[in-house]
């Protein structure tokens, strides 16, 4: 499957819209998640293909000229228009998804798999919190939208500075706060601070807490410790990890993810 590039838009200082269509998406079948994601491969420089492209015929090349995947979250599907949104988070020149998506142009193809993705704000929560950075921006903002009329929602965001703040939007009652890492030597513990700080909110409470690994940990630590959320009630995942790139960060996320969920945070 792949789509092809209708327009491109940027957002804030680090995210990059990009809404795809073409008969190449005639396949794509919405899951409804919230957190929905498809697999896109991103191509090097230098390579001797473009989409479509067959699996096996990528697969033997030599390792640089291979495509590299990277998850994406879906930020919206139009059935009626057949066209795919992607809110991609890119910082200058680093990182393939990034790359791509500050140079895309009308026309252009990406090749992606999907979708998939299991995470819906809880329907009998009393309230939600949101937490991430700007590789988690997306689902929040698709996450927002999805959590039941009336109901306190509070997204807790970390971006650069002022100039990463984009607009949210929710049927629930919806408080946002931005967190800036300009100034902060080292802003692992930004967002935990910022979560550790919030008043009380009505329980059940259902959480989203997805975006850099150490963060994310900070986090489920002060939620967990201190009794906020119950673990049922809980999505986490590390998108990335500071001072790693994407290929280094895909080799040990596995054993991340592993001992995470088997921390004891009360200890």
């Known amino acids: 499957m792949y789509g092809e590039v209708v327009s ?7 995210l990059v819209r990009v809404v795809l269509g073409g008969p190449g998406l005639d396949g794509f079948t919405t899951t409804g998640n919230a957190d929905e994601y498809v697999n896109c491969y991103f191509l090097p420089p230098d390579a001797p293909y473009a989409p479509p492209f067959e699996d096996e015929a990528v697969r033997d ?9 990277r998850r994406i979250t879906v930020r919206s599907w139009d059935d009626a228009r057949r066209e795919l949104t992607l809110d991609i988070a890119a910082h200058g020149d680093v990182g393939h998804a990034g790359r791509w998506a500050t140079r895309a142009r009308p026309g252009d193809r990406l090749q992606l798999r999907g979708p998939a993705g ?6 009998d929560a009393a309230s939600y919190l949101l937490v991430g950075d700007e590789s988690a921006l997306p689902a929040i903002a698709a996450c ?22 984009v607009p949210l939007h929710s049927p629930g009652v919806l408080h946002v706060r931005w967190v800036h890492r300009t100034g902060h030597a080292d802003p692992e513990g930004l967002l935990a601070d910022a979560v550790r700080a919030l008043p009380p909110a009505p329980g059940p409470v259902s959480a989203f807490v997805h975006g850099e690994a150490g963060a994310t940990r900070a986090v489920r630590r002060v939620l967990l410790g201190e009794g906020v959320v119950d673990e049922q009630m809980l ?18 996320k596995a054993d991340w993810v592993r001992a995470l969920a088997a921390e004891d945070v009360t200890a």
């Open 8 to 14: 491109t838009r940027q957002l804030g200082s680090h």
């Open 61 to 69: 090349l030599p390792r640089p000229q291979r495509p590299r995947p």
């Open 118 to 123: 299991g995470y819906h704000p809880h329907p």
């Open 144 to 165: 927002a939208e999805a959590v039941p009329e009336g109901r306190p929602v509070t997204a807790v965001l970390e971006v650069e500075d002022a100039a990463g703040e």
């Open 235 to 252: 999505s986490c995942s590390p998108y990335w990890r500071r001072g790693l790139d994407d290929e280094q960060w895909r080799a040990v």
